[in-house]
């Protein structure tokens, strides 16, 4: 268990008062002190965006990418030290816009990492524009008409793209999304955390006063804890294809489920091979340490040379 | 062999035919009687059905490029012949007019010229009855009943003809076949055997008395190698500890993907296909960071794609990636199967901004292991991306050369940081140095916690839009570049081959090395003295010294495989230089000795306006 202290780092931090990120760094800053793991062997990858600059504010090794390429990356770094705890994080315009292609590439990878998306409905760094989980429909105040295409639903399309671990949380319930990114790092697999938050500079339809019901007759919060509610998620044999079809099932109509407060919590989780895990079956040199402490000099191409004579 | 220099031999089928096995049998085969071979393969971007052909250039000194001229053809179908004249647009002629006069031409009598074709009173026609001897052989298995599957065993009747017509060695080529057979095949390796030796009877009956042309062995193979682009790449990347791959399919470079991921149970390197070559950049770039030495091969396409990670990995300073760009014909999809040398300057600037990169263009799989090689101790040393810019031509070809000298070849990791005794924090992965290279940690290590951004960013790695901060940063990234300059041997920048004063320097870059070497040889024999020029380091750009070595000759003439002379302009713009003549070729196919020597000379009557080669 680290200190609080040790995990934080002295960069002025210039997000929006109020912002919604404040809650994300805070449970991502509380999960890596409790995690057990040395913080050089911690790498935080970001893309662009607000949430781009949330590596600067961790204490661990930081890399803040492109705009919608931190998975990639990340998974490089993975393949090349399978020791190290990756977690990538980012916007949802970075993650399921510009970010989409490598989204479904990563689930189907599942190496062991995780994603954490901080989901507000808007591109705010670039002045609030809609953003791909923003519902069609809808206006925030910086739009200049309301949107005409259809949300994407990151749920199911983790779900349906191979992630193995998919929760949802919320950015100002700290509590829960610790716990719910603690879960992610530890399962064995790729794992997305997408978090619900408010952008108060732009997204004036997502309000801190909206998600907390502050509007609705009985001032409930628009969210609920699926696991409270009884929510099974976790596939108990995974070898039985037929319950990882109906766990996956019942995860994504979860996620369509609709009305007026949101799921979060766990949707579906599987322990199931790794890319690493399998790749070393291939490389039996990866199980025994990370491909980057290999040593390759001194190789003889004899062999090679001999195929060709 | 008896009566010329070379042999030109070729092979021509539907794709799917098998006609690679038949030409690298072949090759094998003359390259362990002694002999040297240069082969090149030409395809549609088909999977089955449209013509390919392979041309075997044999000779009994080392070749690197072919000719137009073919002296003996196989010929699978009557397309190989005449061309594609079953179709409403007619796309090629076949080889027949091709054909040297006094060659001949091996055809599958079920399958050759049709009434009305075209035909050559100086070309002799052998007809040979593929079916005929197929079933005959699977007659003595008791297979007739296969005839029609085992249609895939024409290609070995053509060898086998082939052969038989220039009294060639057969036992050798028997020993050859029955290698290429092994394991789950091995069943089949006296089928073919059989196959063989039945056509190559039957040709040395009926055609060898009236065909002068022989092939003997002249002794061993003298321990050369058949090598091709692809391969001395792999092995250099194997060589050099390439600890990554990562790879989307595509055309020409998904062979050395394949070639690093079928050796992995013996040299580990993890083979990674990604969703785009996007991901296949980034991925590598990300190893990079985590201290594995990663590439990635590709061409124009996915080079496209991977613009913006280039730049990222320019401004994170990161150790790599290596990329290979095997260059084919563009722009866009272009000529996905053929030959170009066109996509030189975008890899020069390819990412918008400015960062260090280096760019170097070996001229064969002899240049292409080294410098693949040297490409990841760059990559380290420098902290930057390094594309190794080859293309179809080289990385298709095969040569047959001497196996490579590897004792001279070090990894060098370059400047790598020492973790603080105190394993305290505040390394400066960025620090402010006098020849721009930080020493660096990889992620993981212990006391090198840093922070890195597409941004740009202090010493420690951490966002300042700053322009005191800039200046000095960008300085110190571009410094990078001088320093790249000062070290790397001139050896590797470029070649002067023969005297500088020569009459007439040729100058190229890349895969034109072999027809240019060539073709000068040839012109040496018609009272033309040429040098030839070779740029191999693209950028950081060695101006001074070309420079001066283009001022020893009065007469320059470039060569290269794009439309608008792309290094020509980049040499011009290096050392005020302008190469007046110019010899270029943007068909998609790559430069013959032919072509190159005709184009040498027609520059050298008149410089006019450049000579533009085309095939055929």
């Not at chain 1, 790092?185 to 790729?190: A, K, N, Q, V």
């Not at chain 2, 079928?262 to 190893?287: H, K, N, W, Y």
């Not at chain 2, 490579?404 to 390394?427: A, H, M, N």
């Not at chain 2, 040496?524 to 040098?531: D, K, M, R």
Request: with cysteine; hydrophobic share 40%.
């Amino acid at each position: 268990m680290l200190k609080l202290e040790e995990v934080k780092t002295d960069v002025f931090n210039d997000w929006c008062p109020g912002c919604g990120d404040f809650g994300i760094l805070s449970a991502l800053q509380q999960a890596i002190a409790e995690l057990e793991v040395p913080r050089e062997k911690i790498a935080v990858f970001s893309g662009i965006g607000c949430s781009g600059k949330t590596p600067h504010f961790l204490n661990v090794y930081g890399i803040h990418t492109l705009h919608g390429r931190s998975l990639p990356i990340a998974a490089g770094a993975k393949l090349a030290n399978k020791d190290l705890t990756v977690i990538a994080v980012g916007g949802d315009g970075d993650g399921y816009g510009i970010g989409a292609g490598h989204f479904v590439a990563t689930g189907r990878r599942n190496l062991d990492l995780t994603y954490v998306v901080f989901n507000n409905g808007v591109y705010g760094l670039t002045k609030g524009q809609s953003a791909p989980t923003l519902a069609k429909g809808l206006r925030t105040k910086s739009m200049p008409a309301p949107a005409i295409v259809e949300a994407v639903n990151p749920i199911a399309l983790a779900i349906c793209a191979g992630f193995t671990f998919v929760a949802r949380s919320y950015s100002l319930s700290v509590k829960h999304l610790k716990a719910t990114i603690l879960a992610a790092i530890r399962h064995p697999g790729t794992a997305l955390v997408d978090v619900l938050q408010p952008c108060p500079t732009y997204n004036d339809l997502h309000t801190k006063e909206f998600w907390a019901g502050a509007d609705t007759p009985d001032k409930k919060p628009r969210w609920y804890d699926l696991q409270q509610e009884g929510f099974d998620a976790v596939v108990r044999d995974p070898e039985d294809g037929g319950e990882v079809v109906r766990k996956k099932t019942a995860g994504v109509m979860k996620s369509l489920e609709g009305g007026e407060r949101e799921p979060v919590g766990v949707f579906f989780e599987w322990k199931t091979a790794t890319y690493g895990e399998q790749l070393a079956a291939r490389m039996p040199l990866l199980a025994e340490k990370p491909l980057a402490e290999a040593d390759f000099s001194g190789r003889d191409l004899t062999p090679l040379l001999a195929e060709l004579a | 062999m008896s009566n010329q220099a070379d042999l030109v031999w070729m092979i021509g089928g539907p794709q799917g035919s098998g006609i690679n096995l038949a030409a690298e049998t072949l090759t094998r085969c003359c390259m362990r009687g002694g002999l040297h071979v240069f082969a090149n393969i030409e395809y549609h971007s088909n999977i089955k059905g449209e013509h390919s052909y392979y041309r075997l250039r044999i000779a009994k000194e080392r070749r690197r490029s072919h000719l137009e001229r073919v002296d003996l053809l196989v010929a699978l179908d009557r397309e190989t012949l005449v061309g594609d004249v079953h179709k409403s647009e007619v796309t090629h002629r076949g080889h027949l007019h091709e054909m040297a006069p006094g060659g001949a031409i091996l055809f599958d009598s079920g399958n050759g010229p049709a009434p009305g074709d075209p035909s050559r009173e100086d070309v002799r026609m052998f007809p040979v009855p593929f079916r005929d001897i197929l079933l005959e052989a699977l007659r003595m298995y008791g297979r007739e009943g296969e005839v029609g599957k085992l249609q895939i065993m024409y290609n070995v009747i053509g060898l086998g003809a082939s052969i038989g017509l220039l009294g060639y060695d057969q036992d050798l080529v028997t020993r050859v076949i029955a290698e290429g057979f092994k394991g789950r095949k091995a069943a089949l390796a006296d089928l073919n055997v059989a196959v063989f030796r039945r056509a190559a009877e039957y040709a040395m009956e009926r055609f060898a008395t009236s065909y002068p042309h022989r092939l003997s062995v002249l002794g061993g193979s003298g321990g050369r190698v058949m090598m091709r682009g692809i391969q001395a790449v792999g092995m250099a990347k194997i060589l050099a500890g390439c600890g990554l791959q990562t790879y989307y399919p595509i055309t020409p470079a998904t062979d050395e993907s394949d070639y690093l991921e079928s050796r992995q149970g013996q040299f580990p390197t993890a083979v990674v296909q990604c969703e785009d070559e996007i991901s296949a950049v980034l991925m590598a770039i990300g190893a990079a960071h985590a201290g594995v030495r990663a590439s990635t091969s590709t061409s124009g396409p996915g080079f496209s794609l991977m613009a913006e990670g280039l730049g990222w990995a320019g401004i994170t300073e990161a150790p790599g990636p290596v990329v290979i760009l095997y260059q084919r014909g563009g722009p866009a999809t272009g000529l996905p199967t053929r030959h170009e040398q066109a996509d030189v300057r975008f890899a020069l600037h390819a990412a918008h901004g400015e960062f260090p990169r280096i760019v170097v263009a070996p001229g064969d799989a002899e240049e292409c292991f080294r410098t693949t090689f040297e490409a990841f101790n760059w990559a380290e040393r420098y902290q930057c991306p390094v594309t190794v810019i080859t293309d179809k031509y080289t990385a298709s070809s095969y040569s047959t050369i001497p196996p490579f000298e590897t004792s001279g070849l070090k990894i060098d990791r370059g400047v790598v940081f020492t973790p603080p005794k105190s394993g305290k924090d505040g390394f400066l992965r960025y620090k402010f140095t006098k020849n721009g290279i930080s020493p660096r940690s990889r992620l993981g290590d212990r006391g090198g916690i840093f922070w890195t951004s597409g941004d740009e960013h202090n010493e420690r790695g951490h966002i300042v839009e700053s322009a005191e901060n800039r200046v000095k940063m960008q300085t110190k990234r571009m410094t990078k570049l001088v320093t790249a300059a000062k070290e790397i041997p001139e050896g590797m920048m470029w070649t002067l081959h023969g005297p500088a004063d020569a009459e007439v320097m040729v100058v190229g870059w890349g895969s034109t090395k072999g027809p240019i070497l060539d073709a000068i040889e040839e012109l040496e024999t018609q009272g033309v003295a040429a040098s030839f020029l070779q740029l191999r380091l693209l950028l950081p750009f060695p101006g001074d010294a070309v420079r001066k070595v283009l001022r020893k000759a009065k007469t320059h003439v470039m060569v290269e495989g794009n439309y608008g002379g792309q290094v020509r302009g980049l040499i011009r713009e290096m050392t005020g230089v302008h190469v007046r003549r110019l010899v270029h070729k943007f068909d998609g196919r790559p430069f013959s000795q032919d072509e190159v020597r005709e184009g040498i000379l027609q520059q050298l009557k008149s410089a006019r306006r450049p000579a533009v080669m085309s095939h055929a």
